[in-house]
């Protein structure tokens, strides 16, 4: 078998072999080039090499992207770029048998997401410990995602000249770069305000100075730190349910339309550009609904 070139050589030679064996775009060329670099920062923080990783290492990364909340079409299309990278290690000689033959693609139905009660959250936030240098930021982002709804790499990007806390309002960039007014709780901005004194003292590093979380570094906090906090904070709070910090922006949306929300204003709050996406969470109530008449009904719970 021939040896593996550094990563860096390694993604080139892989885009390299799309373009010009497999004749894909250049778009998508470069789509899977960056999901391969992903997969290889994630084999290189466990020390091992692309040529002798499992299936179930390799379905360890996948769990990792459905855990972030990454979405199964995404999902789907990051194991496209695997499926193809490991094709052309076992062409160009590299490894014998292809451990991504047995992974599965994940289901591109429209699955209705897991949803915390209001007693989840706060159990959550009880759990938070009260003597960590950590603890009012973790607070904060925890009422950020709930109270406001935000996608977890909208919460890593918050910059605090986007926010007022006298108005309660946050301007947030969300995906294409589309900017949405967002209200903010006052439970999140009494945090904010006690949390910024406290962020002052941090040896902020350049380019970070407007960046609202920071890690005790001065550094933006990045989407699987954010990951880690809130299933840290669900694990101790006893909750079996597999916790993202995109199950708080569910929980956001379905606690709004059962207390009587506008679809419309549910849609412009979470920036989704269709209010089809936002019907999840209609179809999500209605299940609710079907399940109290199962449950207390006389004529549903005759056999």
């Known amino acids: 078998m021939r040896q593996l070139p550094d990563n860096n050589k390694l993604r080139e030679n892989f885009e390299a072999y799309l373009a010009l064996e497999r004749g894909l775009s250049g778009n998508t060329a470069e789509a899977y080039g960056r999901d391969v670099c992903h997969l290889l920062g994630f084999l290189e923080e466990r020390n091992v090499k692309a040529d002798v990783a499992t299936t179930a290492t390799l379905h360890d990364f996948l769990a990792t992207l459905h855990d972030m909340g990454i979405s199964p079409r995404s999902q789907a299309r990051v194991l496209s770029g695997i499926k193809s990278f490991y094709k052309f290690l076992r062409l ?89 007014l967002v209200p903010v709780s006052p439970a999140a901005a009494h945090l904010i305000e006690q949390y910024l004194p406290q962020r002052a003292n941090l040896n902020i590093k350049p380019g970070s100075d407007d960046i609202l979380f920071l890690n005790r570094r001065g550094r933006p906090l990045t989407r699987v730190m954010i990951f880690y906090i809130i299933k840290d904070l669900a694990a101790s709070a006893g909750i079996k349910k597999t916790v993202s910090p995109h199950t708080l922006r569910h929980s956001f949306a379905t606690h709004l339309l059962e207390g009587g929300a506008n679809l419309r204003a549910i849609q412009e709050m979470l920036g989704h550009e269709s209010i089809a996406t936002t019907e999840l969470y209609l179809h999500l109530d209605r299940s609710r609904l079907r399940r109290e008449l199962m449950d207390h009904h006389p004529h549903f719970k005759k056999k």
Do not use: C
């Open 92 to 180: 160009e000689g590299f490894i014998e048998t292809d451990p991504s033959e047995l992974l599965e693609s994940p289901k591109l139905g429209r699955e209705l997401p897991d949803v915390l009660s209001v007693e989840e959250i706060d159990a959550m936030i009880g759990a938070i410990p009260l003597d960590k240098e950590e603890s009012l930021r973790n607070h904060a982002i925890i009422e950020m995602l709930y109270g406001s709804g935000l996608r977890v790499s909208e919460l890593t990007g918050l910059r605090i000249s986007r926010l007022d806390l006298d108005e309660n309002l946050l301007i947030v960039e969300g995906k294409g770069n589309k900017e949405r």
